[in-house]
């Protein structure tokens, strides 16, 4: 007996998943445990294993579809036979009317016969070219034939192309012929003016947690800087000596959120979720989100538990993290849960931004780029590499003096690194 292949739950939350690839098609053996096709959530991307072995029958799902979880996209059994029972089984549609397919198609069949009748009842005799297709329009301008000379015989007494052709073979010889005045230019094609491109399942729900963030939040941001000569100095040693020593890469960044996972801890209401309306969840740990850019949009991985890992810990973390949401294999686990996030653009050369808060947080922190600035040192004025930091928050639940307190006390941080990794 044939089964159906379900779209699988990826995900509490997860109404609906989008079929990205089919690997198998109709007709193909597949074997229990095998993957037929891949797709995505809002998150991420995953494979769908087969739950039988035999030929896959029929695929009730194309590519791009979206598909309801725990609905058959498939089915798979013995070759001929009966499908129709495992389509759509479970979908909206036949839970809404069973019958509803089946009353569309005889609708349909109404309407092409009322077409076929109208067109048989229509006038075969000469009109005046009033009802003429645009299509018998232009065949009737090249051609040099009369309109009003044509017999009709589209729907409705409606002239058309054939129509038109028709007249002008019955003409005399020399009419009826296209001329040369007449004959239609070969152009180029034109280029498109533009192109239609669908959200994809990632742009989806940034859309629609960034729209309810500003619709929803007092956002408010705050910038300030710092001399980013300790940690500039580091990564040199790093990238020198690092590999000798053991250590992984450790980037710009690395450092950065360490040192917010540290300084949290003495902030305890920017390491918080708003948990319901005038209800502040303050975490004991920081569960830091770290922005990563992909090909299929922003992702935020967390960090659990950040504050109580090494440097070098951190920094493998974010890095298994980071590559997991590039192939497009992070679950919705990994994607959920922070307490406080960190947004980096400084490759990007920017130096200054604001970044959106994301809900239910209360937090995030923007890194900037790193620029020459002048500043006076006993007398003399000297340059030192001036990075940037903007933290947004949610006016809600926190005000500015201890918003900048934090920012204060993480530029402190920062400029004396080698220091803090000895707390």
């Known amino acids: 007996m044939a089964e159906g292949v379900l779209m699988p739950k990826a995900g509490i939350t997860v109404e609906e998943c989008v079929i990205t690839e089919w690997l198998k098609k109709a007709g193909d053996h597949v074997e229990e445990g095998e993957i037929l096709f891949t797709y995505e959530t809002d998150k991420a991307t995953f494979e769908c294993e087969s739950t039988a072995s035999g030929e896959l029958l ?7 579809d979206e598909v309801p979880v725990l609905v058959n996209v498939c089915a798979v059994g013995e070759k001929g036979e009966d499908t129709s029972a495992l389509k759509g089984a479970g979908s909206r549609e036949t839970k809404a009317d069973p019958g509803a397919g089946e009353a569309e198609k005889e609708e349909k069949e109404g309407k092409e016969a009322a077409k076929e009748r109208a067109a048989q009842a229509a006038p075969s005799h000469p009109g005046s070219g009033e009802h003429a297709s645009p299509r018998a329009r232009m065949t009737a301008d090249t051609l040099g034939a009369d309109l009003r000379e044509a017999a009709a015989t ?6 058309i192309e054939r129509d038109v052709r028709a007249l002008a073979a019955s003409m005399p010889l020399g009419q009826g012929e296209e001329t040369p005045s007449k004959a239609p230019s070969k152009q180029a094609p034109e280029e498109a003016e533009y192109e239609d491109v669908k959200f994809s399942g990632v742009r989806k729900a940034t859309a629609k947690a960034m729209t309810r963030s500003l619709s929803t939040m007092a956002q408010l941001t705050m910038k300030r800087s710092f001399d980013a000569s300790a940690i500039m100095n580091l990564r040199k040693q790093i990238k020198a000596e690092g590999e000798t020593l053991g250590l992984p890469n450790i980037t710009i960044n690395d450092m950065v959120m360490f040192a917010a996972a540290k300084v949290l801890m003495n902030h305890k209401d920017l390491n918080a979720v708003i948990q319901e309306e005038h209800v502040l969840r303050r975490y004991t740990d920081v569960h830091l989100g770290m922005a990563v850019d992909t090909e299929r949009g922003l992702m935020v991985p967390t960090i659990r538990n950040a504050n109580r890992m090494t440097l070098s810990e951190l920094c493998e973390e974010a890095k298994e993290l980071a590559k997991t949401c590039k192939i497009g294999m992070a679950g919705p686990d990994l994607l959920s ?13 920017i130096e200054t931004f604001t970044p959106v808060v994301n809900p239910p947080q209360v937090a995030i922190l923007g890194v ?24 947004t928050f949610d006016h809600r639940a926190i005000d500015g003096t201890p918003a900048g307190r934090f920012l204060k006390e993480l530029c402190t941080a920062l400029e004396n690194f080698n220091l803090m990794t000895m707390k």
């Open 368 to 391: 900037c780029g790193v620029q020459t600035a002048v500043k006076e040192a006993d007398g003399v004025l000297k340059t030192y590499p001036k990075m940037g930091l903007c933290l």
């Open 154 to 159: 589209g729907p409705n007494g409606r002239i």
């Open 58 to 64: 029929e695929i009730f799902y194309e590519e791009g």
């Open 337 to 349: 849960g922070a307490s406080f996030t960190v947004s980096n653009v400084g490759s990007l050369g």
